[in-house]
């Protein structure tokens, strides 16, 4: 689960992270008075607050949105309101948003804080190694993932341990990596221990501080942040769960998470209804071979009941992109009983109005396809994936 | 021959009365695996499923001399269950359960550091060697024995690799799953080894997916090694734009961005014969009759 920035924010200032003072507000007048009670003469920073990385070099659909993109510098108290109003309630678009954007339901008012040079800070977890990574890297405006890719080496890597603070030679480190002045050592400390400590104890599986600002006297302020909390972990972070942002989901995804199914949707034609997340990528790579494109999976893994079942498939037959169900279930400890079970349920619900094509394998699979010929909906049979994938191929030719 | 167990692995199952424990421990001991007992606390000195039942492993394993176990726990005590099992010093565990924390594994790789178990998964069907010893949740008719080792991330396609061994006329020496997380125990690299080292193991599929650095250290060792063993491998993930919720955010900044074709392209170039389709992996097998 991500969480927004000033949220992100609020927390590690909590840790005693240094950020800028901000208000977070709902309409223009909100962001009017947040921004007098923040400061007498500015300026301020404005913040659409959507989950996406390079929100200031966004743009919004709607026509009439000002200048600047979803991240503004506002010098005049008099351009607040104004910017408020064009930036609430419209659809910004980023690298990471895809071409529909996503809508701004509120704004961050922070003060404009003048640094003397920027970094990258964050932790994450590297999977080869099985431990906590802290990673800095000196920022000349470039992209930190473009600085991963073309020159890993200007990236500072360092393990971090998961019972004890981050060592103090650890921070010297990162001092003389990032070259930062002495007056900065203090804070620096401070800076390192509490996103290690954040991380921990929020159960983060990422957390960025993109950029840390250093100020003139030395101490560092946490300017943008990104953080995303493991879900598996969240019974045990009820505070943070609550934080969820129902709308940077699709109405769809917001389902299927209640039946604790996974559920991503993509821009083609196809929807998969699979038991595991490799099966989704294979069926996604067969799919692309004949350059069809997947609209939609499903993973009904650890589905035992029907009706849940029943429901998720009704996600897939509901999804008005869907033009062709490709259905590939290799039951272990799913049974394919359960599952035929539930297409049937959702069927004579929703109705089946698209070619379907089935494949079963393993636990149950016998009594599965008795229940489907049984039910006389439409179904295509299929012995492998590869097979499941040319019938549909076929049978969305013909109704096409 | 196979790796990690076989029909002399004495077994303990942790969370022995749970619904779906009973339900795939009954079936494995039908399939001949030797299950000696099992562990739910508080409810040591009963009998379940005709086996004892015991309050912690340390006990099982005295009574029983069990060196293996697999768990069927709920996500939150999974760790607890782990520290267990790895404090008892057993060889393997298999842990079954999925949405276990990701702070709760961090900190069962620091435990797993210098000992001698054997952690596979969580979040994996487990590990079957055919005709011998099925610790997990494999769909078991699915399995036959034969000499071709089969390793892989993903649970399904877990035994889609399977089916493509059956298709290929071929068998299987063992078959084991290391899970589909962002944190898992064992990895390529120790499975590779294990069938390497495993005289009946002729050839290994091995399918990774998107995400991660573990295909590409397996690819690192694989190279450097003599006496290579034919590695069939397929990775998941093409179709998938990077970046996408699929992938672990961490990844790009922890190894540098690998995409599948990427993944694929060092696999070759270590010497692996990589697919771009996995129903293409029985035409690879068939070569190695």
Redesign the interface.
Same mark, same amino acid.
């Given at each position: 689960m991500n969480i927004h920035e000033y949220q992100a924010k609020k927390i590690l200032s909590e840790y005693g992270i240094k950020i800028p003072k901000g208000i977070i507000a709902y309409t223009p007048n909100e962001a009017k008075s947040a921004a007098e009670k923040l400061s007498k003469t500015g300026p301020w920073m404005l913040k659409a607050q959507i989950q996406s990385s390079a929100r200031d070099k966004g743009y919004f659909i709607e026509k009439d949105r000002g200048e600047g993109g979803g991240i503004r510098l506002i010098k005049s108290k008099k351009k607040i309101l104004e910017n408020a109003k064009q930036m609430l309630g419209a659809t910004l678009v980023t690298i990471?948003t895809g071409p529909q954007g996503k809508k701004v339901n509120r704004i961050y008012v922070e003060n404009y804080i003048k640094v003397e040079k920027y970094f990258y800070m964050?932790v994450? %977890?590297?999977?080869?190694k099985? =431990?906590?990574?802290l990673?800095v890297a000196p920022l000349l405006y470039a992209d930190? %993932?473009k600085v991963? +890719?073309s020159h890993?080496e200007r990236?500072l890597?360092i393990p971090l341990s998961?019972?004890q603070n981050t060592k103090p030679e650890q921070v010297k480190e990162v001092m003389d990596f990032l070259k930062l002045p002495p007056r900065s050592a203090k804070h620096l400390e401070n800076l390192v221990n509490g996103i290690h400590k954040v991380f +921990?104890q929020t159960?983060a599986?990422?957390i960025e501080i993109n950029p840390v600002g250093l100020l003139k006297n030395g101490e560092l302020v946490a300017l943008d942040s990104k953080m995303?909390i493991?879900?598996?972990?969240l019974?045990?972070q009820v505070k943070i769960a609550c934080l969820k942002d129902e709308s940077e989901s699709s109405e769809r995804e917001v389902n299927a998470s209640k039946y604790?199914f996974t559920y991503?949707e993509f821009d083609g034609s196809v929807g998969c209804i699979?038991? /595991?997340? /490799?099966?989704a990528?294979?069926a996604?790579?067969?799919?692309? =071979?004949k350059s069809i494109g997947?609209a939609c999976f499903i993973n009904v893994? /650890?589905g035992v009941d029907k009706d849940k079942i029943a429901s998720g498939i009704k996600i897939i037959m509901t999804n008005p992109r869907v033009e062709g169900i490709l259905l590939?279930i290799?039951? &272990?400890?799913v049974r394919c009983n359960l599952i035929a079970d539930g297409i049937v349920a959702a069927a004579s619900e929703v109705g089946l109005n698209v070619p379907m094509v089935i494949r079963f =394998? &393993?636990?149950n699979k016998d009594i599965a396809k008795e229940i489907l010929e049984n039910s006389r909906l439409p179904v295509i049979w299929a012995d492998?994936?590869?097979e499941s994938v040319e019938k549909l191929a076929k049978a969305m030719e013909e109704v096409s | 021959m196979s790796i990690f167990v076989d029909k002399n692995t004495k077994a303990i199952c942790q969370g022995i009365t749970g619904t779906q424990a009973s339900f795939h421990i009954q079936r494995s001991l039908e399939y001949g695996t030797k299950i000696v007992g099992g562990t739910t606390p508080g409810k040591g000195g009963s009998m379940h499923l005709n086996l004892p039942v015991f309050d912690t492993v340390k006990e099982a394993v005295k009574e029983t001399q069990a060196t293996a176990s697999v768990m069927y726990v709920p996500p939150k005590a999974v760790k607890v269950a782990a520290r267990e099992a790895i404090e008892a010093e057993l060889d393997v565990v298999v842990s079954i359960t999925d949405r276990v924390p990701l702070k709760d594994m961090l900190e069962i790789k620091a435990m797993l550091k210098g000992s001698k178990t054997k952690f596979i998964g969580p979040n994996t069907p487990g590990i079957i060697t055919p005709k011998e010893a099925r610790l997990g949740i494999f769909p078991e008719n699915i399995h036959k024995k034969g000499n071709i080792g089969v390793v892989s991330r993903s649970s399904t396609l877990t035994y889609e690799g399977v089916l493509e061994v059956n298709r290929a006329d071929m068998g299987q020496s063992t078959v084991v799953g290391l899970g589909d997380d962002v944190l898992i125990g064992i990895d390529f690299i120790d499975a590779l080894k294990a069938f390497h080292d495993d005289e009946n193991t002729k050839a290994i599929v091995m399918i990774g997916q998107l995400g991660g650095g573990f295909e590409e250290v397996a690819a690192d060792w694989y190279k450097n090694i003599t006496n290579k063993k034919p590695v069939i491998a397929f990775v998941a993930g093409n179709a998938m734009h990077f970046g996408h919720k699929m992938g672990y955010a961490g990844d790009v900044l922890t190894n540098g961005y690998v995409s599948v074709l990427d993944k694929a392209d060092i696999l070759s170039s270590a010497g692996m014969i990589v697919v771009d389709n996995v129903n293409d992996i029985h035409l690879e097998l068939a070569k190695f009759k």
């Open positions: 990471q964050s994450a %977890i590297n999977r080869v099985g =431990e906590l990574t990673m930190i %993932i991963a +890719l890993p990236i890597k998961i019972a +921990l159960d599986s990422m995303s493991d879900d598996n972990a019974y045990r604790k991503r699979v038991n /595991g997340d /490799g099966i990528l294979a996604m790579d067969m799919l692309k =071979e997947t893994k /650890g590939n290799l039951g &272990g400890f =394998e &393993g636990t492998s994936m590869e | -």
